[in-house]
């Protein structure tokens, strides 16, 4: 599932009154109108720790105001439940404390209500002056390095900002314009592919979404995960019985330290319904940690898990602004996924998209890119690595699969007709898999540069083939609840030391091969040596040292049977091509 973002949050006011300390309000353009003001929720859709609202409220011209919600046409599926059950809350609390209702209109129809109110400037005026109001843990701007250890020392000295209580009152309400709420009724039959959406849907409102942290802080992560995570809920994907391969009957014990908390209230964060610093805030005082520390997540309590949520996602989003870009949102979390796009347009029938190895990043195919000039192409930080969020999942190859093909569908397909994958190392199988989902109708062919994967001799893959119990099958019968005959997966052995041991292995991986970054890439790239530069090796060692590369370096003994090369290709039909060079080390073995 794609996240897009729905309007900016504004209003039309010539004169507002200042925020108290703390709130921040970025201008982007001009001035706005005089007195009938709009307040367009987006990614805060809450009433507590809402600087448009308070601004709203703190002015003495405010004569009216309408609330709204902009729906795009794009926004589908689980996305849509997710909206709907927010807005819903909304628009219960604004009727409960101010008497007014939230007005749902299309995208389009939001320009026309800002001209409504615009008695000066024409529309385009009033679309481009806009006032969007953020609401960050730390109001101060970050000047320092792209690398977190640095960030933390900053932060540590940088006080967190409190959140803004709600408004006791508002202007008058003028929501005289039919409200579509239609837009937002449910338009797919079809379970969601992410695992957990139900609980994401039952915890994304203002009023659910605060309610279910006080139950995850007043009764312990474990409690929580027990009650909530027992069953993935009505997903039937690969990465939905990947992660029931994995949480098994004892998801408190199985999921990463922090799961439990960033399903739970991932899409509540991302749509704004509880303000980051509300959620800090109440961690804090369940005795979390604060600042975090670099090593917080060995022995992290619930309370610590949950102020680790609101922190990492802050830290990206500071990294997304300062690195600009492009960037794409994924899953109800919306995560953000940076990739690079060459020549746009160029082949519109059919576009390369490249996939990078385990450790590494978009990054890798800058050179590669340069002699395609005439060529669409698409490079994308996988989550988990490069620039890309890095939150506290189980990392299975199956998750890595759903993103791959969602980022296809949802920005590669969007303008082409068709996608070749070129995926290299672990990025290999993860593109044979992601063929093999998408079949030979969109994906043109398949490209595996030194892949990764599993290739049975021809007897045992004819013996699978037989049998009818392929590795996809049997996957997928995880989901079933009744014990009968259908085959599936042995069960997960979870390694000793359960989750702790593995978050200390992955910081133990990190701390023990970042020094030897520049000596292995000087291995890995002995034909062509000058390839294993600087800043290949800094871009690597920056990656690691992110929130969550730990995590997702340890995720690597959670990953559930993989499907066999013989057993995608097979689904997938279409054309592969095997690059190898004479000199390669690979070609050797």
């Known amino acids: ?38 307040v367009w929720f987006s990614q805060d859709l809450r009433v507590e720790d809402h600087g ?13 105001w309408t609330a709204l919600v902009g729906v795009p046409d794009a926004c589908k599926g689980l996305q849509r439940r997710l909206l709907r059950r927010a807005a819903e809350e909304l628009d219960a609390e604004l009727e409960k404390r101010y008497g007014a209702r939230l007005v749902v209109v299309p995208w389009e129809e939001a320009i026309e209500i800002a001209r409504e109110c615009d008695v000066v400037h024409s529309t385009r005026a009033v679309v481009e002056e806009v006032e969007r109001w953020t609401a960050p843990l730390r109001p101060a701007a970050y000047e320092g390095s792209d690398t977190y250890d640095e960030y933390l020392e900053w932060a540590a000295n940088e006080p967190r900002a409190g959140p803004l209580s709600a408004p006791e009152a508002m202007p008058p309400s003028t929501a005289s314009r039919p409200c579509a709420w239609h837009l937002l009724d449910d338009d797919d039959d079809d379970p969601p592919s992410e695992p957990y959406a139900d609980v994401a849907v039952a915890f994304c409102g203002c009023a659910s979404a605060p309610a279910g942290i006080e139950s995850y802080l007043d009764g312990g992560r474990t409690a929580f995960a027990r009650e909530h995570f027992g069953s993935v809920g009505t997903a039937t994907s690969l990465y939905a019985a990947a992660a029931a391969w994995v949480a098994g009957d004892a998801p408190a014990e199985r999921l990463a330290v922090r799961e439990p908390a960033e399903r739970a209230f991932g899409a509540a964060l991302a749509l704004g319904t509880v303000s980051p610093r509300s959620v800090a805030a109440a961690a804090v005082r369940y005795g979390a940690a604060y600042p975090v520390s670099k090593l917080a997540g060995l022995g992290r309590s619930g309370a610590g898990a949950l102020l680790d949520v609101v922190e990492w996602r802050e830290w990206y989003a500071r990294l997304k602004e300062r690195r600009g870009g492009s960037w794409w949102a994924w899953g109800s979390g919306a995560y953000a996924i940076r990739y690079d796009a060459y020549n746009r347009g160029a082949t519109p029938n059919n576009a390369l998209l490249f996939v990078h190895g385990f450790g590494a990043s978009a990054d890798q195919w800058k050179r590669l890119a340069a002699e395609f000039p005439d060529v669409s192409m698409f490079a994308v930080d996988v989550l988990g690595f490069g620039y890309s969020a890095k939150p506290g999942l189980s990392y299975t190859q199956h998750l890595w699969e759903a993103m791959i093909e969602d980022f296809t569908r949802d920005v590669v397909l969007r303008h082409h007709d068709t996608v070749t994958l070129v995926g290299n190392s672990i990025g290999g199988g993860l593109c044979a898999g992601v063929a093999a989902n998408l079949g030979d109708a969109l994906c043109s062919g398949l490209v595996l540069c030194n892949t990764a994967g599993l290739i049975l001799d021809s007897q045992a893959d004819e013996d699978l083939v037989k049998s009818g119990a392929s590795t996809r099958t049997r996957t997928l019968n995880v989901l079933l609840l009744s014990d009968d005959d259908h085959p599936k997966l042995e069960p997960f052995d979870p390694p000793f030391g359960g989750q702790l041991l593995l978050d200390v292995f992955g910081e133990a991986v990190i701390a023990l091969l970042g020094p030897q970054i520049p000596t292995l890439l000087k291995r890995y790239y002995a034909i062509n040596p000058d390839n294993a530069d600087d800043h290949l090796a800094a871009a690597i060692l920056r990656d690691s040292k992110d929130p969550g590369a730990a995590n997702v370096i340890a995720s690597g003994a959670k990953l559930p049977p993989q499907r066999s090369l013989n057993e995608a290709l097979r689904d997938f039909g279409g054309p592969v091509l095997v690059p190898q060079g004479e000199s390669g080390t690979s070609a050797r073995a």
Not at 23 to 30: A, K, L, P, T
Not at 57 to 64: F, Q
């Open 52 to 64: 448009g609202l308070r601004a709203v409220a703190m002015d003495p011209e405010a004569t009216s």
């Open 1 to 38: 599932m794609t996240w897009h973002p729905f309007l900016v949050v504004a209003w039309t006011a010539t004169a507002l009154a200042p925020l108290r300390p703390g709130h921040r309000r970025q201008q982007v353009r001009g001035i706005v109108t005089m007195r009938a003001h709009a």
